[in-house]
Nanobody, 131 residues
């Protein structure tokens, strides 16, 4: 059972930066994907960015390209995922969730992320950007 714990959300003014962190434990397979999703009030959940086991960044939403960067550290028994968010805009305000999946289809779902295919979810961390 993979467990995810997020941290790093908060309030910031437009143009500012935040870094979200996600600590994952319990992976049993080498092929896995870590992702960040977000959900703004009254909107559906959207994928922000994904990263595969070997550090390959497979997906980035058009709305965040050039501003957000996903990364990961693979440590013994733990995996850490980070979302560096720069040049934040008011429309980035949302609840951000770390998500993960593992298995033979991990690379495909990491490339074309849809929330229903991600098995494991963090509790979410709020990001609020004021203009």
């Amino acid at each position: 059972q993979v467990q995810l714990v997020e941290s790093g959300g908060g309030s910031v003014q437009a143009g500012g930066s935040l870094r979200l962190s996600c600590a994952a434990s319990g992976y049993t397979m080498n092929n896995n994907c870590m992702a960040w999703f977000r959900q703004a009030p009254g909107k559906g959940r959207e994928a922000v960015a994904t990263i595969y086991t070997d550090g390959e960044r497979l997906y980035g939403a058009d709305s965040v390209k050039g501003r957000f960067t996903i990364s990961r550290d693979n440590a013994e028994n733990m995996v850490y995922s980070y979302l560096q968010m720069n040049s934040l805009k008011s429309e980035d305000t949302a609840m951000y969730h770390c998500a993960a999946l593992e298995g033979p289809r991990a690379y495909f779902h990491c490339t074309y992320p849809r929330d229903q295919y991600f098995t494991y979810w963090g509790q979410g961390t709020q990001v609020t950007v004021s203009s």
